[in-house]
């Protein structure tokens, strides 16, 4: 039986890629892009571009969050030290990742309970459809937009622009 989502993104804690627990309070005032990743996917080269928001605008207050999953197709199927070392030798990935997790069912992490909850997707479906789904979370906690796994970081630019 799944748990209750948190009532705020600022209740949930998630395990680093590194094994160190990181409680989302620590992002308060900050502008986030959440992200389901996986290695072995056909949308992975959107590190490349995730990266880049990240080194734009990480200055003004974006923090760009990943989070590894294994639920499509096992696209993601590295242990934690494999996953960190593709994403930055492949794309020089600097932004915060953190410890493969599960985005749907009964065991989805709590922060993916209060995302897909807060921003159902289309046709008002909780789930979590694919990959390099992403979340776009304002200063104060308020989960502003939803986006599918097809569009692009430079798609949502102008999304984080209107945040900073």
Known sequence: M????????YDVSATSIEGNSVSFDTYKNKVLLIVNTASQCGFTPQYQGLQALH?????QGLVVLGF???????????NSNQIQ?????????SFPLFQKIEVNGNNAHPLYQ???????G??????IKWNFTKFLVDRTGN???????TAKPE???????LLL
């Open 85 to 93: 070392s593709f994403c930055e030798t492949r794309f020089g990935v």
């Open 143 to 149: 989960l502003v937009k939803r986006y599918p796994p």
């Open 114 to 120: 209060y995302l897909t909850k807060a921003a159902p």
């Open 68 to 78: 590894p999953c294994n639920q499509f197709g096992q696209q993601e199927p590295g």
């Open 155 to 161: 798609d949502i630019e102008k999304d984080v622009r």
């Open 122 to 127: 289309i046709f008002g479906t909780e789930a």
């Open 55 to 59: 080194d734009k605008y990480a200055d």
């Open 2 to 9: 799944a748990v209750e989502a948190p009532a705020s993104i």
